[in-house]
């Protein structure tokens, strides 16, 4: 019988840390934190040994793609799959004070580009029955899109990844021009609408794989993303996220989880 084997991205702090420890207390498996940097990501791995649990440690860093690679060919040789994977790497340029045009360019590059090759690369490793688990946000909700059309590309049935990721592009060229006010004023909205659209896509790619991939919002969490102004802890943070790994419906596909485990309409108003 093989090993199941889950894997959280971006793992060393906030949220990602969180999901790792709450899979510690209950997965009946292997539980990889992975991280970009691995001095911080081994020192997360020794926190957590000292509460108790043995989560495993490997480097990874997603924008880098033979980082992924090299990860995959370690989990495949290994334990020849992935159960759960949570898409947790991410950043955040809201506070910078750097042009808009950078914040834009990096922003989907790190949020959007690569975390979508890190599901090209890691995907024919999940298992029938896997969870793919993407951590987006309420700004991800499609209402932050002020223009409606726009809005609408991005819910239709039929967009493609390809489709996505030209809508992405054009976002960075439009910021670059000066010319994005139907996109809005935060680079991260547009990368996080980005996320839950390709977890929809996705969805659809994979149905008949038996996998369900789901985008979630896990709340106004006390993490350095949001410079510690939440109002959730990291372990109420990863509530969803655990949710949706471990004891959701199998119903539940390619839709937007709010934090307190409801499935939301990504593009009627914004949830209370």
Known sequence: MCTKVAVVTGANKGIGFGIVRGLCRRFDGVVYLTSRNEKLGK?????????????KYHQLDITVPRSVKAFRDYLKEKYFGIDILVNNAGITMSYSPVPMSVK?????????????????????LLRHGARVINLSSSWGHLSRIPN???AERFQDPNLTVSDLSELMSQY?????????SDWGNSAYVVSKVGVTALTRIH?????????????????????DMTSHEGFM????GAEAPLFLAL??????????VW???RVVDWSGDIPQ
């Not at 020192?43 to 989560?55: I, M, Q, S, Y």
Request: aromatic fraction near 10%; proline fraction near 5%.
């Open 247 to 256: 004891d959701a419906p199998d119903n539940i596909k390619g839709e937007y």
């Open 43 to 55: 020192n997360a791995v020794d926190d957590l040994k000292r509460e108790g649990f043995h989560p």
């Open 104 to 124: 834009a360019e990096k922003t989907i590059f790190v949020n959007y580009f690569s975390f979508l090759s890190t599901c090209n690369i890691l995907f024919p």
């Open 259 to 261: 934090y307190d485990k």
């Open 233 to 236: 802890s990291i372990d109420e």
């Open 172 to 180: 960075v060229i439009a910021v670059k021009h000066g010319n994005y």
């Open 148 to 150: 409606k059309k726009l």
């Open 203 to 223: 969805q659809r790619m994979l149905n008949d794989r038996d996998i369900n991939v789901n985008a979630v919002n896990p709340g106004c969490v006390k993490t």
